[in-house]
């Protein structure tokens, strides 16, 4: 009634809808309760995790993912709202015919899981991530150079788009300048499977690489980036807006994780200084 009280009179839609005028106002003068603001908190993590899945995730396991970060919701308040938001698990097959190529700018896992290139810029892999703020969620994309563990490119953004993805991409490839050939390993994210995204990739002479589905192993450095960076720095924050978040995560990469943090795979240096002895080495 309130979207369209410039259309209507209120007077005939409390008539036709059976409601009450003092019912109006009073909920016009109260707004949403405590219970709906929480339901569409809990339906924006819900949406994350279940576009994360590659949608195959049904209730149950979204259930789990947000009880494992730490949110307390049952399995049937989950599935009352993946219900009212249409949302479900895209398994099996229906009776007609179906495309079998998988979706749109799918590509195989070339990288197989070979997590150790012999030089810079040959490998990289990306990935997604969110982290809370009091104005909402802000997506996090990275991009990382699998030799020496080194962030080469990211970008934040309130939603979690193909822009998004493409702006750490473009970020990466100004930064490292690579020649063509350099690998670029993703999820099956709808982010990844983009026509812009896969463009992009074509006219830099980058090969792309995909996760096999619903297998996170596949893209584990990524992730495992992920997990250091809300160990270290972001766990059991939340910013008060989403540019404090930002400027945080500028100062985690840029000041600390690249320059500083030692990595047991770069032989106990930060990134920055191993590619730094790679170069002076000659290989």
Not at 29 to 48: C, F, M, P, T
Not at 66 to 82: D, I, N, Q
Request: hydrophobic letters at 35%.
């Amino acid at each position: 009634m309130h979207a369209h009280d410039r259309e209507f009179r209120l007077v005939a839609m409390c008539r036709v809808l059976g409601v009450q005028r003092s019912g109006y106002y009073a909920w016009l003068h109260h707004g949403a309760s405590a219970r709906e603001r929480e339901d569409q908190r809990l339906l924006g993590l819900i949406k994350h995790h279940w576009l994360a899945s590659g949608t195959v995730y049904g209730y149950r396991k979204i259930t789990l993912d947000l009880r494992e970060a730490g949110e307390h919701c049952s399995r049937h308040r989950v599935l009352r709202l993946m219900k009212a938001e249409g949302l479900r698990a895209q398994v099996g097959y229906g009776r007609k015919p179906r495309h079998r190529g998988g979706p749109v700018g799918l590509v195989t896992n070339v990288l197989n899981r070979d997590f150790a290139p012999p030089a810079p810029n040959k490998v990289w892999v990306t990935d997604i991530t969110y982290i809370r703020t009091y104005e909402g969620w802000l997506f996090l994309a990275a991009v990382m150079d699998l030799y020496s563990r080194q962030i080469v490119g990211w970008a934040t953004a309130p939603t979690m788009t193909s822009d998004l993805v493409l702006r750490a991409l473009v970020a990466a490839a100004w930064r490292r300048k690579p020649g063509p050939g350099v690998m670029v390993h993703s999820d099956q994210g709808c982010q990844f499977t983009s026509s812009d995204w896969q463009s992009f990739l074509k006219a830099h002479r980058m090969v792309p690489s995909m996760s096999r589905r619903g297998n996170c192993h596949d893209n584990a450095v990524a992730e495992s980036f992920f997990s250091v960076l809300k160990k270290e720095r972001t766990k059991r924050r939340i910013y008060p807006t989403r540019a404090t978040a930002a400027s945080d995560v500028f100062d985690y990469i840029e000041m600390f994780y690249n320059p500083i943090r030692r990595h047991g795979s770069a032989g106990g240096l930060s990134p920055v200084e191993f590619e730094r002895r790679y170069a002076q080495s000659g290989d």
